[in-house]
């Protein structure tokens, strides 16, 4: 049936106007003043915006990963999601050494399937380059639309992938179409800091961060820069956390290096200090790169107003504080890393960037939504609000005062890192393409009623304004 949301203020990354919104088969078809439709369910948005569904770029839903499996899987994950206002997720499949990439794939769709209440993609890890993954890449990214590849240069031995693999990885992915994406840390470095704290009996969970410094982040973040300027690629460095990556990110944006760079609301919000919590609580507070000094948050917030970095995704990496963080209990480098945030991304960026003056509401809109679906292959069917796109759509009111809590939030852990924290403002009513997944803050969609979306290739023109000399030589038309 279709749907027709009247009075709202409509926003998306360039434009903040009143309008009517008709939805009619899981599409916008008309955007107006004043729209009227005999058969169709009104939904008054009067005094509230209307945004895009939020695209959360990283998401680790049912994951095996340091001993356990994260808490919250493809349902519970993306329910959770749907309740802070995001409409699509984009999931890390990790693969196999040895084993073939659709395999993985498979899994990964097995995970997702019949579960995920909103629609959903992945990113694919790149662990080795050999003639089988070289023979599997282009169908990969061609034909299954998984058109990001994710290389990591941490936790050694267990994801990390050498220099060697980065870089052909990045010519690959140029050749191919597709973005490589990495999590920038010196995984050897951290390696040997870590069994030098373990030796002198350092077990506790602020070792964590001071064995991964912020120099050692900002050195695999210029490195990895650097090779994707000499494969002439594309780089997307994952969860910058400090400083040192983001002047290595800047220095290579302006060398016409086409780099882009997430942040994620721990860093923005949170410093070091939380993992010298007493009674191991500080375990709730290992991510990785890990929590910094409280002077990187500046940067960090600063470095999303002048569009040195762009995005801000959740890294949904959930572990329960008891039965699963407390693998690390008198070993810091067994605490399971990461943490829940898949539901809070949304309102706390808004919160905290709009209401506090740090951000416009249009870069809101961008960081959130907008950049990710021109970055990784979704724009403009999904990420704005237009004729003939999806209607993932968010109904926000920004006058609620809240306060984040485990009691209150559906990710399905025991702990919320931004326990007490005061926000304003609030998803109201979630459409994932023209059907209510949340409607006056109840939750009325279906597990199963979430897609696999097949992304385009990427394109450098297609990825915003910021177009360099590089990019303009390279050329290309977004083919939407
Ligand atoms: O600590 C984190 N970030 N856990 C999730 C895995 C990753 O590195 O993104
Ligand atoms: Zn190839
Ligand atoms: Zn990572
Ligand atoms: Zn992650």
Same mark, same amino acid.
């Given at each position: ?11 998306? #990354? ?17 955007? /107006?003043?004043?729209? @009227? ?6 939904? !008054? ?32 994950? @993306?329910? *959770? ?45 790149? *662990?080795?380059?050999? !003639? ?19 290389? +990591? ?10 220099? /060697? ?22 995984? !050897? ?30 050195? #695999? ?18 969860? $910058?956390?400090?400083? %040192? ?49 409280? +002077? ?93 796109? !999806?209607?993932?759509? $968010?109904? +926000? ?46 939750? $009325?969609?279906? *597990? ?22 590089? %990019?303009?030589?390279?050329? /290309?038309?977004?083919? $939407?």
């Amino acid at each position: 049936m279709a749907k027709l949301i009247k009075n709202g203020t409509i926003v998306t #990354a360039t434009d903040q106007y009143q309008g009517d919104i008709l939805i009619e088969n899981g599409v916008i078809t008309q955007i /107006g003043l004043n729209l @009227t439709r005999k058969d169709a369910v009104i939904v !008054d948005a009067k005094g509230k915006y209307v945004f895009p569904g939020g695209i959360d770029p990283h998401t680790h839903l049912d994951m095996p990963f340091g001993g356990t499996v994260t808490a919250d899987n493809f349902e519970t994950g @993306t329910r *959770a999601a749907a309740f802070g206002g995001t409409t699509m997720v984009i999931d890390f499949c990790l693969t196999n050494k040895g084993k073939p990439l659709s395999q993985s794939v498979e899994t990964w769709h097995q995970k997702a399937a019949g579960k995920a209440v909103i629609d959903y993609s992945f990113h694919l890890m790149i *662990a080795e380059i050999n !003639d089988e993954v070289l023979a599997e890449l282009p169908a990969m990214i061609q034909e299954e639309g998984i058109t990001s590849l994710k290389v +990591f240069m941490a936790y050694k031995n267990v994801f990390q992938a050498d220099d /060697g693999t980065l870089y052909r990885t990045l010519l690959e992915a140029k050749k191919h179409g597709a973005l490589v994406m990495v999590h920038a840390e010196n995984g !050897d470095v951290i390696e040997y800091l870590i069994s030098q704290a373990l030796e002198a009996g350092q077990t506790d969970p602020i070792y964590h961060a001071l064995t991964r410094p912020s120099l050692i982040e900002g050195e #695999a973040t210029g490195r990895a820069a650097k090779l994707t300027d000499l494969a002439n690629s594309q780089l997307y460095v994952v969860h $910058v956390t400090c400083e %040192e990556a983001v002047q290595q990110i800047t220095e290579a944006r302006n060398r016409g290096v086409d780099i882009w760079g997430e942040t994620c609301p721990q860093y923005l919000m949170l410093d070091q200090t939380y993992l010298e919590k007493p009674d191991f609580e500080g375990a709730k507070y290992v991510w990785s790169p890990p929590l910094r000094p409280k +002077f990187h948050q500046d940067v960090l917030w600063n470095a999303l107003k002048t569009g040195q970095l762009q995005t801000v995704g959740s890294d949904q990496c959930s572990f329960n504080f008891i039965g699963q963080k407390d693998l690390g209990l008198g070993d810091f480098s067994k605490i399971p890393n990461g943490g829940p945030c898949i539901e809070d991304r949304f309102s706390i960026l808004y919160s905290e960037g709009v209401g506090k003056g740090r951000i416009t509401i249009n870069q809101f809109v961008d960081i959130i939504a907008t950049r990710s679906a021109k970055l990784f292959g979704l724009f403009p069917k999904k990420g704005t609000i237009a004729v003939g796109g !999806d209607a993932d759509l $968010v109904i +926000f009111d920004p006058t609620v005062k809240r306060t984040i809590s485990v009691e209150t939030h559906h990710m399905n852990v025991d702990y919320n890192p931004f326990e007490g924290l005061e926000i304003k403002g609030e998803p109201v009513t979630v459409l994932s393409r023209g059907e209510f997944v949340i409607l006056d803050k109840q939750f $009325v969609g279906e *597990a199963g009623n979430g897609q696999f979306v097949k992304r385009r290739t990427y394109v450098s023109s297609a990825s915003g304004e910021a177009v360099s000399k590089k %990019e303009t030589i390279r050329g /290309g038309v977004p083919n $939407v």
